[in-house]
């Protein structure tokens, strides 16, 4: 089984722009779809945006879209996700996850394995 860390999180304005790491270890993200979800306090986690185990398709949320990349190192060790215009409304912790299915799924219940996560803050 894969373990995931995540790192990257911190304090920026709004605007400016953060780049968050999920670092693979067990087994290479090469064998799982891949997904970034967030949760603000007292929420459910919700999806962000993920990418198909072939590393070839992603969507992203209509929250992020346009302002938030998904992506993987050539060695499939480390997932990526960089993330332009930061707004307020993006403040939360952000979780990376695996699913052991060549799609990547909204739904947080379809993933096995997570991440601690990361706190973003942002404020304007």
């Known amino acids: 089984q894969v373990q995931l860390v995540e790192s990257g999180g911190g304090s920026v304005q709004a605007g400016n722009s953060l780049r968050l790491s999920c670092a693979a270890s067990?087994?290479?993200?090469?064998?799982?779809?891949m997904g970034w979800f967030r949760q603000y306090e007292g929420k459910e986690r919700e999806f962000v945006i993920g990418?198909?185990?072939?590393?070839?398709?992603?969507h992203a949320a209509d929250s992020v879209k346009g302002r938030f990349v998904i992506s993987r190192d050539s060695a499939k060790t480390t997932l990526f996700l960089q993330m332009k215009s930061l707004e307020p409304e993006d403040t939360a912790i952000y979780y990376c996850?695996?699913?052991?299915?060549?799609?990547?799924?909204?739904?947080?219940?379809?993933?096995?394995?997570w991440g601690q996560g990361t706190q973003v803050t942002v404020s304007s």
């Open positions: 990418i198909s185990r072939s590393g070839l398709l992603s």
């Open positions: 996850a695996a699913r052991s299915s060549t799609v990547y799924s909204p739904r947080h219940s379809d993933y096995e394995y």
């Open positions: 067990g087994r290479t993200l090469s064998d799982y779809s």
